[in-house]
């Protein structure tokens, strides 16, 4: 039972071009929600988040946009640039009951010089 | 200066074998983690102390068993090794108690392969 899904595990991406990464959830219970960036060899790392009292949330290049109605969110990187090659998990919790994240299954991006 | 380290970074070891891993943070963080990264790449929680105390136990063999000697630290043992316990673990924490606005700080994870 995956409650965050991410359907595409590979993207390739243009250098200078706008990469959307997307993520899907099932549970309604879900209110914060955040974006990591993970390298070969190395744990995951921070990148953004939101809560569901917003539907968007900037920093710097990456943006992140929240459709409660859809259970969708996306993570929108404008430019792309080779340094952002990696994989980027989504992750959701519910800020009821065990608080906790769950993750999806990631997606690689590949950003193309 | 290290966040969050844990301990070794690669681990071969023979089914049946018993082994640890240890994870240290040094970001004043009231909760750790232990999250499995299986062959799929699904990264899935295994446990979650705050301030020493259990908090998330999820559906995991018991041969799997979580140590917190303070809540700086958060080790896993693991007993009578299968095959298909090879992964990666990675170690994280937060502040607070978990989930909500709070992100996670994750170490660079331990490769266990089991052979």
């Known amino acids: 039972d995956q409650q965050v899904k991410q359907n595409s595990p590979s993207l390739s991406v243009q250098e200078g071009r706008i990469s959307i990464l997307n993520c899907d959830y099932t549970n309604s219970m879900f209110d914060y929600f955040l974006w990591y960036k993970k390298y070969p060899a190395e744990g995951p790392t921070f990148l953004i988040s939101?809560?569901?009292?917003?539907d968007k949330n900037e920093d710097g290049r990456f943006t992140v946009f929240l459709n409660k109605s859809a259970k969708h969110l996306s993570l929108h990187i404008v430019p792309s640039q080779p340094g952002d090659s990696a994989v980027y998990f989504c992750?959701?919790?519910?800020?009821?009951?065990?608080?906790?994240?769950?993750f999806g299954t990631g997606t690689r991006l590949k950003v193309l010089a | 200066d290290t966040a969050v380290s844990q301990t070794p970074k690669y681990l071969v070891t023979q089914m049946g074998n018993d082994k640890s891993i240890k994870c240290e943070q040094n970001l004043g963080h009231d909760t750790m983690y232990w999250y499995k990264q299986d062959s799929k790449k699904f990264l899935k929680i295994m446990f979650s102390?705050?301030?020493?105390?259990?908090?998330i136990n999820e559906t995991v063999p018991n041969r799997f068993s979580p140590k917190s000697p303070d809540k700086a630290h958060l080790n896993l043992h693991i007993n009578s090794l299968e095959l298909g316990d090879s992964a990666v673990y990675f170690c994280?924490?937060?502040?607070?108690?978990?989930?909500?606005?709070?992100?996670?700080?994750f170490g660079s994870g331990t490769r266990l392969t089991v052979v």
């Open positions: 102390y705050n301030n020493k105390e259990l908090i």
């Open positions: 939101i809560s569901s009292i917003k």
């Open positions: 994280a924490s937060s502040q607070g108690s978990g989930g909500g606005g709070y992100g996670y700080t």
């Open positions: 992750a959701a919790s519910a800020s009821t009951g065990t608080y906790k994240y769950i």
